[in-house]
């Protein structure tokens, strides 16, 4: 078993090489091009409201051009011009076939989401400091037996998750807080039912919705302790300078976002909570998601009730974005204890635009691979260390419509030791209004 020394030892090496790349980073040449139109002034990731009702308006490279919902989308950009309200949603389907599963369970699993979100920019509007109320309600279903987001642990034996949004629990809140902005975006600050996805260790590849499927290549790399959606909490991000910013976050770590209102209960009495800050640099505000490298802390108490022990780690990330096509990373991640899934975890990988209009990107290909030790305080030790390979293709058909082919091979399911390798194929249709 590897001792607590040498594993900071692994971590304080990743961080020292990453350092190295920030300013790597910076002999790049920059450009005025952005993959997802994004600005992290608003302190969220690409699977943010604001960001991606942004991202759903904007043109797109795609392979058919309609126009027949563009009277709707123009009347809902008149809305947020003459009110300050925006509003969108969409609906998503995920299909997995496995190669082989645990005897005894299905080697498919299937699910759906529908989401209904939007914000109301209700002081400010037009100002400097502007104050928001953000809001997401989702039902979340299933087709068959399994919904996706238990398939990887519970049907393939592998510790991870493939699709994580995508369970059976029905009706539920993701998001309802107020957003505070100073200095036009200079400082934000959320409160109130948060998802905290949207804005710890955000990655420009990591949306379950339009990116990569396994959870390895998303929040943490599987090594972060995360709550649950609809967590009750708080948030403030500052920039200190035009290149570097910081966040900070506590966020209570009991929450149930089929029944979030108990969420002031267990903020209030149960006292167990994730608290998170993360330092980040990038070569300006426009691009933050696409060159940029940071490193986030985290520590989480223990859960009483759940049995999880208290816990501590980091994640480190570095990406960049070249000649408006390649953006090549590396993210990483630690955990000492506190219930995650993996305790040592290091990605790496590239996206790719074939197009380079000024427009929003359509079709996308992204290709990475990942190494992880499944944590010992929540599987036991002993465990075979995994590895993961996916590659997915997103096919803008429409403005509205993507379509996702997807294939990831599981090599060495730490649970399943009678398998070698998994094949697992995925097919992921979101369709936005």
């Known amino acids: 078993m590897r001792s607590l020394t040498s594993k900071k030892n692994i971590v304080f090496t ?9 300013f790597v980073n910076n002999s790049f040449g920059a450009s005025d091009q952005s993959p997802e139109k994004l600005n992290r002034s608003n ?31 123009g009347w809902k950009s008149s809305l947020q011009e003459d009110y300050g309200i925006s509003f969108g949603g ?16 299905e080697d498919e699993a299937s699910g759906g989401m529908y989401r209904l979100f939007g914000s109301w920019e209700l002081l400010g509007r037009g100002t ?20 996706p987001s238990g398939f990887s642990l519970g049907n393939l034996g592998n510790v991870g998750v493939i699709e994580p949004p995508f369970s059976n629990q029905g009706w539920r809140l993701t998001n309802l807080y107020w957003k505070q902005s100073w200095h036009q ?21 990591g949306s379950p919705w339009n990116h990569f499927m396994n959870f390895v290549f998303s929040t943490g790399s599987a090594a972060i302790s995360l709550p649950e959606d609809a967590t ?16 900070a976050g506590l966020e209570d770590t009991n929450s149930d976002p089929t029944d979030p209102f108990e969420g002031f209960n267990t903020f209030v009495n149960d006292n167990e909570y994730l608290k998170h800050i993360e330092i980040g640099r990038t070569t300006s505000k426009d691009r933050a998601y696409l060159d940029n490298v940071h490193v986030t802390f985290w520590q989480v108490d223990e859960r009483k009730a759940a049995g999880v022990e208290d816990g501590w780690g980091a994640a480190l990330s570095w990406s960049h974005f070249v000649s408006d096509k390649w953006m090549p990373f590396v993210r990483a991640g630690f955990a000492e204890d506190g219930g995650s899934l993996l305790e040592n ?39 075979d260390d995994q590895y993961t390979a996916e590659v997915f293709y997103r096919i803008q058909l429409t403005k509205e419509i993507a379509i996702t082919p997807d294939v990831q091979l599981l090599f060495n399911p730490a649970l399943n030791p009678d398998e070698d390798m998994i094949t697992v194929f995925g097919l992921r249709t979101r369709m936005a209004f």
């Open 14 to 22: 990743i961080l020292s090489l990453l350092l190295i790349l920030t």
């Open 43 to 73: 302190l969220g990731g690409p699977d943010a409201v604001e960001n991606q009702m942004k991202t759903d308006r904007a043109e797109k490279d795609s392979l058919f051009d309609f126009r027949f919902f563009e009277p709707y989308f």
């Open 90 to 105: 969409d609906y998503t389907f995920v299909y997995l076939k496995s190669s082989d599963s645990l005897k005894g369970t």
């Open 128 to 147: 400097e400091t502007t104050g928001t109320i953000i809001y997401k309600v989702e039902h979340r279903h299933r087709y068959g037996d399994t919904a």
């Open 185 to 205: 975006g200079q400082v934000v600050a959320l409160a109130g039912f948060l998802d905290a996805t949207d804005y710890v260790d955000v990655f420009a590849l």
């Open 232 to 247: 009750l909490g708080a948030a403030v991000a500052t920039w200190l300078n035009d290149e570097v910013y910081i966040i």
């Open 345 to 383: 975890s290091v990605s790496a990988g590239v996206g790719y635009r074939p197009k380079t209009a000024s427009t929003a990107p359509g079709d996308l290909l992204g290709v990475a691979v990942n190494w992880g030790q499944p944590n010992e305080t929540v599987f036991g030790p002993g465990l």
